[in-house]
């Protein structure tokens, strides 16, 4: 349906009325906005234009979506709902779309897809989601938590996997992310230097594209292994090649300037994780990860021995010197630091409650301080701004009850596991890079993910459901590879 209805629309008949909707639209719409003083009714024929465009080529509105990834801003409408524009309605047009073509099979769904242990897994998780929020505390928060979970699950991965299917498709992938990306690095530098570099303007110089430094640091060092491979996949000493050495090193000058831990370790870890992969160390070493995290559980929670890690109210302070706040965080005294343990003390009380179903998907901040430890309270623990638990798995637990983050993990590990026993599988270079590359991204952003909370964000939740894409497409092919889809440059 959607494909007749798309060569309909393209008729030079079809195009004509289009043509006069669109300007009879942008008439009354911008008539309207100054005559009821409401200017937003302004953008109404772009809306139009984006509907139009994206049933007669959705390929387009989706190469838009990756575009406004980096530049995109969040903005706060009234009654407290906010969005992120323009990625948002991006995403949301795109589902519709996408939903309708297949079922009216005007898109034909690739059943391989479909039946991949990881897509499986993956629904699993999205499964479980709908049943946490149907059991939710407040089902409405829920509800819009999981619609949110959907389009981008449909429109990362889904959609992805149907269009990232050739080398040529991962190139415009990476430049159509990575040429805005370089811009608000640039432009953050730049900004930046007329504080002297300071850490206490950090936040400043990144509005309105970030709403903090760890998400601008996140989808710098989340995106870096894309980077990398599109290096490999460059002519030897070319002059691109060295183009690229260049960004790399301005992509750590950014990730150092951003004051950002997490960026940091994430560096290391992808660093490691290479050779991890690289030598079939996956199974031991996720192995080894959840044995130590069971045992820092149990090693605090015996006696409650995490009440000898309560702070110094007096002492925990916000640090304008990166320096102090480094020495701060291994004394236990940086505030952001001890917020978290304080919102994760909480947390663990809340577990407890509710193992199974836990509060449901998006609920923690509404419930979370009347389970808080006051010993652990700082000076910041009012959270006016309404922000969130800090710890992604933690926060699965907690809305999502213990199923919710065992199938997380489920899929997470299955994924890195089945990636590595495909990267040796794989025959051509460029295929393997191509692994390597979503493997390493989405190592680094399960990394994060221990201190942040980032997969539903717009900045980096669209790095997660691609990569996984990449993954299963390069599993269904490896046998024969990856199409070039453009011709074949000189292996890096």
Not at 180 to 206: C, G, M, N, Q, W
Request: glycine share 6%; charged share 15%; hydrophobic share 55%.
């Amino acid at each position: 349906m959607r494909s007749k209805l798309a060569e309909i629309l393209r008729t030079a008949e079809a195009t004509q009325i289009a043509f006069y909707l669109f300007g009879g639209s942008m008439l009354l719409s911008i008539f309207f906005a100054v005559a009821l003083d409401f200017y937003s009714l302004a953008l109404f024929p772009a809306f139009f234009l984006l509907v139009f465009v994206t049933i007669v080529d959705y390929k387009a509105v989706f190469y838009l979506l990756l575009f406004c990834i980096p530049i995109s801003t969040e903005i706060v409408l009234p009654n407290g709902f906010g969005t992120d524009l323009p990625t948002e309605p991006l995403m949301i047009g795109l589902t519709a779309v996408y939903l309708i073509a297949v079922l009216h099979k005007g898109t034909k769904l690739d059943t391989s897809i479909l039946t991949n242990p990881i897509t499986l897994l993956l629904l699993l998780h999205i499964g479980w989601t709908l049943v946490s929020a149907i059991t939710s505390a407040q089902v409405v928060v829920s509800i819009k938590f999981l619609l949110a979970k959907l389009w981008y699950t449909i429109t990362f991965y889904f959609l992805a996997a149907q269009l990232l299917r050739d080398r040529q498709e991962i190139r415009r992938f990476f430049w159509l992310v990575f040429i805005p990306l370089l811009v608000t690095i640039i432009s953050a530098i730049v900004r930046h230097k007329s504080y002297d570099f300071s850490f206490e303007f950090v936040h400043k110089i990144l509005h309105p594209f970030y709403r903090n430094h760890v998400a601008y640091a996140a989808i710098i060092v989340v995106f870096a292994p894309y980077l990398w491979l599109i290096w490999r996949w460059t002519k030897h000493r070319s002059l691109l090649w060295w183009g690229f050495i260049g960004i790399m090193a301005l992509f750590l000058v950014a990730i150092q300037l951003s004051y950002t831990r997490a960026a940091y370790a994430g560096v290391v870890v992808a660093i490691g994780a290479y050779f991890v992969i690289r030598w079939r160390l996956t199974k031991v070493v996720l192995a080894l990860s959840m044995a130590g995290a069971i045992a820092l559980v149990a090693y605090l929670t015996t006696n409650n021995k995490y009440l000898d890690f309560a702070p110094d109210y007096e002492r925990t302070i916000t640090h304008t010197s990166f320096d102090n706040l480094l020495e701060a965080t291994y004394q236990m005294q940086d505030i952001s630091t001890m917020e978290r343990v304080y919102r994760w003390v909480a947390a663990g009380f809340m577990i407890g409650e509710r193992p199974i179903f836990g509060f449901g998907p998006g609920n923690f901040f509404f419930f979370y301080k009347s389970y808080t430890v006051t010993s652990f309270k700082t000076y910041v623990s009012d959270n006016p701004e309404g922000s969130g638990i800090h710890s992604y798995y933690i926060m699965l637990m907690v809305e999502q009850g213990i199923p919710g983050l065992l199938f997380f993990l489920l899929l997470v590990f299955y994924t890195l596991i089945r990636g590595e026993y495909i990267y040796h599988q794989l025959s051509h270079p460029r295929d393997r890079q191509l692994l390597m590359a979503a493997l390493l991204s989405l190592i680094v952003l399960m990394t994060l993910q221990l201190i942040n909370d980032l997969v539903e964000t717009d900045k980096i939740g669209p790095f997660f459901f691609i990569a996984l894409a990449i993954i299963v497409n390069l599993d269904l092919r490896r046998g024969i590879g990856l199409r070039e889809g453009g011709g074949r440059g000189t292996e890096g």
